[in-house]
């Protein structure tokens, strides 16, 4: 029973911090470029924040699929 909860705990660090790289990098930024909160207009071009966003991407889903491999031991 030890064993099950360690697993649950180790699975759920990584999902957790995909969660926060998608608030930190995808939402927080989307929102302020929205209501203009952060001159994010002035000194970002567009295709910058693709980028940006596209990186962000790429770690949420690496960490999302790591918590996923987690408790099945690499199934």
Same mark, same amino acid.
């Given at each position: 029973m030890l064993h099950n909860e360690r697993t649950k705990l180790l699975a759920n660090a990584p999902d %957790? /911090? $995909?969660t926060a790289c998608f608030t930190a990098g995808i939402a927080t930024? =989307? /929102?302020g470029y929205i209501c203009n909160i $952060?001159? =994010? %207009?002035e000194n970002l071009s567009v295709w =910058?924040? @693709?980028i940006a966003a596209l990186?962000? #991407?790429t /770690? #949420? @889903?690496a960490l999302h699929y790591l918590a996923r491999r987690v408790p099945g031991g690499g199934r």
């Open positions: %957790r /911090a $995909s930024p =989307l /929102a $952060s001159n =994010l %207009r =910058l924040m @693709f990186g962000w #991407c /770690a #949420c @889903f």
